[in-house]
């Protein structure tokens, strides 16, 4: 018996809408989870916590002291990012990667921006995706909310069901699952 899971609506009508525009993995990623997730700054900055200069939605590949950018340039630096850097490399390292529903991969793909591909290529969530247990995978992006060894409150917000103006991984990976 097919068990019937809850469906957020504004993940569903994120996913319709994607399907409507015709928007790639990367380009609907972007928008609908990293994007909103990753505070955009043009004008590089120091990171306290990963003690890197970041710009833009998190960049900190090659990123120095005194870097600007255009809001443009910011896009087109993290759609070919995650494209080459994180997609290509899911695709390679998580068997059967393609064949998940389209809201796993998206939620996957910002996992790995957000916590690193060699992480996700050796988690559970790239196992569950091998064996084709959706639903599994997607609880399993959840346990990336730590930092410190502490729940941090903002990844735990992003791993899950998001909050008022943003959409959660779980909420959107969950929202595709047939």
């Known amino acids: 018996m097919a068990v019937k899971l809850p469906q957020s609506g504004r993940a569903k009508g994120a996913l319709a809408a994607a399907a409507v525009a015709g928007l790639s993995l990367v380009a609907f ?58 997609l290509t490399p899911l695709r390679r390292c998580v068997h059967g990667f393609d064949l998940a529903p389209f809201s796993v991969q998206a939620a996957m793909l910002d996992l790995a921006y957000n916590v ?4 996700v290529c050796l988690s559970t969530a790239a196992k569950q995706v091998a064996a084709q247990h959706w639903l599994s995978a997607c609880d399993a992006m959840t346990w990336f909310n730590r930092g410190g060894g502490r729940v941090i409150p903002g990844l735990d917000l992003r791993r899950k069901n998001g909050d008022r103006t943003r959409i959660g991984e779980h909420e959107l990976c969950t929202a595709g699952i047939p």
């Open 116 to 119: 690193g591909v060699s992480t």
């Open 29 to 86: 990623t972007a928008t609908n989870l990293t994007m909103p997730w990753e505070a955009k700054r043009n004008v590089a900055y120091f990171d306290q916590i990963g003690k890197v200069w970041t710009v833009c939605y998190g960049e900190t590949k090659g990123v120095k002291k005194g870097d600007s950018y255009t809001d443009r340039q910011c896009m087109d630096m993290l759609t070919r990012r995650l494209d080459a850097d994180y």
